[in-house]
């Protein structure tokens, strides 16, 4: 399993960003996708969050709600991160994650670091002020 996150860089405040993280050596359908972000000396953090199985719960952190927006492309083993509106604070290196549920799918997604299984590498996003 692999996960390989693209899509970070430079942007202006109040500018949009599209972060891409792509899946292999997996199905995707019941994974749980999350995209955590690291600030220099701060800890990971979860902004957004999406259940697997039929019926897909979302989740936002209060950072970002109403900003950004997590999707899922099944078939293509696609998951983004639609970032509008950024700001200097949302600063940090982006990292998508995926959770195997082994007993199946969860009604709500997981939110702690512990639970996911799968990490990609990290994608730099730097908003300007």
């Known amino acids: 399993v692999q996960l390989q996150a693209s899509g970070g860089g430079l942007v202006q405040a109040g500018g949009s960003l599209r972060l891409s993280c792509a899946g292999s050596?997996?199905?995707?359908?019941?994974?749980?996708f999350a995209w955590f972000r690291q600030a220099p000396g701060k800890e990971r953090e979860g902004v957004a969050y999406?259940?697997?199985?039929?019926?897909?719960?979302?989740v936002y952190s209060d950072s970002v709600k109403g900003r950004f927006s997590i999707s899922r492309d099944n078939t293509k083993k696609m998951i983004y991160l639609q970032m509008n509106s950024l700001k200097s604070e949302d600063t940090s290196v982006y990292y998508c994650?995926?959770?195997?549920?082994?007993?199946?799918?969860?009604?709500?997604?997981?939110?702690?670091?512990?639970?996911?299984?799968?990490w990609g590498q990290g994608t730099l996003v730097t908003v300007s002020s």
């Open positions: 050596g997996f199905t995707l359908g019941n994974f749980a």
């Open positions: 994650a995926a959770e195997n549920p082994d007993g199946g799918p969860s009604i709500r997604p997981p939110k702690s670091t512990d639970e996911y299984d799968y």
């Open positions: 999406s259940s697997g199985g039929g019926r897909t719960t979302i």
